[in-house]
């Protein structure tokens, strides 16, 4: 768990040893800062991805991780390989993970790759099973599990305390319960939803989707749904611990993603990611409606060598969205710092840094890594 070097001096802000006073709920709706003279800032950290090469990106840059070692772990859609692409801390050096193909210990369409302790934990939807590598990428073990390797989103919670994932599981029992929790071995627990009974609707299953994050004792997890600035924090039995609920005007509560920019309106604020840090703070990141936001789609050719592709997708995001991140203290839910960035922030990659997708040249994506601290003036 990396954490910021910046808050060892923030800790009057932080919450103490008790993050979570028993029975309480409280709601965040104001604007108003608990650090009127705190702001955040980010830096460019690395940039993952060469114009051409073995660490050239087939695809379009999905998800981006980080182990203790330094290593980065991207997954892409849109990819020919289908397997993760590793990165060194400088991102050079890099390799694809493990072996392509549909026996057991290959891959074919890696979605995530999650840090595990000592170990990785590789979800492939192309097979649909689970895979638990060490540091060397030798094969652990792996396990046919669809409903996990096809769930939106997936966290190991901190300390062992097992594994959460956002699905949509179209039986009777659990249909409109997006939420489900397994043991660090994978063994079923249990299924709940985030805001009471369960809604299933197969017009809007993007409103099943969910944002996921572990607290730091592992103990309890923070959920938002994507296109609602609503986010709690759930006990392992779907008991509600804190809701956090703020008004904002750049957020209205009927966001319902794609939707609005298929009508030819701006396109709907989303939730990209929470992050919950030991000096007792959760982050909050959201793409938001650039001022001069692109509706159009466009075509885009990359190059490879003689052989040129033509490809269809919206434009660079930046063009599309800026990014919002808010940072509240969790005991009161009172927020310390807002700030709003003119790139398009899509991945957040741990405790410290995010990422974006940039173009080079010749059409081939890359990730810029950037780190985002909390900056307290000293005086």
Same mark, same amino acid.
């Given at each position: /768990?990396?954490?910021? *070097?910046?808050? =060892? =001096?923030?800790?009057?802000?932080?919450?103490?040893?008790?993050?979570?006073?028993q029975?309480?709920?409280?709601?965040a709706d104001?604007?108003? *800062?608990?650090?009127?003279?705190? !702001?955040?800032? !980010?830096?460019?950290?690395?940039?993952?991805?060469?114009? %051409?090469g073995?660490?050239?990106?087939?695809?379009?840059?999905?998800?981006?991780?980080?182990d203790?070692?330094?290593?980065y772990?991207?997954?892409?859609?849109?990819?020919?390989?289908g397997?993760?692409?590793?990165f060194?801390?400088?991102?050079?050096?890099?390799?694809?993970?493990?072996?392509?193909?549909?026996?057991?210990?290959?891959?074919?369409f890696?979605?995530?790759?999650?840090?595990?302790g000592?170990?990785?934990?590789v979800?492939?939807?192309?097979?649909?099973?689970?895979?638990?590598? #060490? @540091?060397?990428?030798?094969?652990q073990? *792996?396990?046919?599990?669809?409903?996990?390797?096809?769930?939106?989103?997936? +966290?190991?919670?901190?300390?062992?305390?097992?594994?959460?994932?956002?699905?949509?599981?179209?039986?009777?029992?659990?249909?409109g319960?997006?939420?489900? &929790?397994?043991? !660090?071995?994978?063994?079923?627990v249990?299924?709940?939803?985030?805001?009471?009974?369960?809604? $299933?609707?197969?017009d @809007?299953?993007? &409103?099943?989707?969910?944002?996921?994050?572990?607290? +730091?004792?592992?103990?309890? $997890?923070?959920?938002?749904?994507?296109?609602?600035?609503?986010?709690?924090?759930?006990d392992?039995?779907?008991?509600?611990?804190r809701? &956090?609920?703020?008004?904002? !005007?750049? $957020?209205?509560?009927? *966001?319902?993603?794609?939707?609005?920019?298929?009508?030819?309106?701006?396109?709907?604020?989303e939730?990209?990611?929470?992050? %919950?840090?030991?000096?007792?703070?959760?982050?909050?990141? /959201?793409?938001?409606?650039?001022?001069?936001?692109?509706?159009a789609m466009r075509?885009r050719?990359i190059?490879?060598?003689?052989?040129?592709?033509?490809?269809?997708?919206?434009p660079?995001? #930046?063009?599309? $969205?800026?990014?919002?991140? %808010?940072?509240?203290?969790?005991?009161?839910?009172?927020?310390?710092?807002?700030?709003?960035?003119? @790139?398009?922030?899509?991945?957040?990659?741990? #405790?410290? @840094?995010?990422?974006?997708?940039?173009?080079?040249?010749?059409?081939?994506?890359?990730?810029?890594?950037?780190?985002? %601290?909390?900056?307290?003036?000293?005086?």
């Amino acid at each position: /768990m990396k954490s910021f *070097s910046v808050f =060892a =001096a923030l800790v009057l802000l932080g919450s103490g040893s008790k993050l979570y006073p028993q029975g309480a709920i409280r709601s965040a709706d104001s604007m108003r *800062s608990l650090c009127p003279k705190c !702001s955040i800032v !980010s830096r460019p950290v690395v940039t993952l991805g060469d114009r %051409e090469g073995p660490g050239v990106l087939e695809g379009s840059p999905a998800y981006l991780a980080r182990d203790d070692n330094g290593r980065y772990f991207l997954t892409q859609i849109n990819s020919r390989d289908g397997r993760a692409v590793v990165f060194d801390s400088t991102g050079a050096n890099a390799f694809r993970l493990g072996s392509r193909g549909t026996t057991l210990g290959d891959f074919k369409f890696v979605r995530r790759v999650l840090p595990l302790g000592d170990n990785l934990l590789v979800v492939d939807p192309g097979t649909l099973r689970v895979s638990v590598l #060490d @540091q060397s990428a030798r094969l652990q073990s *792996s396990l046919l599990l669809p409903d996990i390797a096809l769930g939106y989103d997936i +966290i190991a919670l901190h300390n062992g305390h097992g594994i959460v994932v956002n699905a949509s599981i179209p039986t009777r029992a659990l249909a409109g319960l997006p939420l489900h &929790l397994y043991r !660090s071995d994978f063994n079923y627990v249990r299924s709940f939803t985030q805001h009471g009974s369960p809604s $299933f609707r197969v017009d @809007q299953s993007k &409103l099943l989707r969910r944002k996921l994050a572990s607290s +730091i004792n592992g103990t309890s $997890f923070w959920t938002a749904r994507q296109y609602e600035y609503k986010a709690q924090l759930l006990d392992l039995n779907g008991r509600v611990l804190r809701a &956090l609920a703020p008004t904002r !005007s750049w $957020f209205p509560a009927d *966001s319902n993603g794609d939707l609005k920019t298929a009508r030819g309106e701006a396109p709907s604020p989303e939730i990209v990611g929470l992050r %919950e840090v030991k000096e007792g703070f959760l982050w909050v990141f /959201m793409l938001v409606p650039d001022s001069n936001w692109r509706r159009a789609m466009r075509s885009r050719k990359i190059v490879r060598g003689r052989d040129t592709a033509t490809v269809n997708e919206w434009p660079d995001l #930046d063009t599309r $969205f800026d990014t919002v991140i %808010e940072l509240f203290d969790i005991r009161t839910l009172a927020l310390v710092a807002s700030t709003r960035l003119p @790139q398009a922030v899509t991945m957040i990659v741990d #405790d410290d @840094q995010v990422a974006s997708t940039r173009y080079h040249s010749n059409g081939v994506a890359y990730v810029q890594v950037w780190r985002v %601290e909390l900056h307290r003036p000293k005086s």
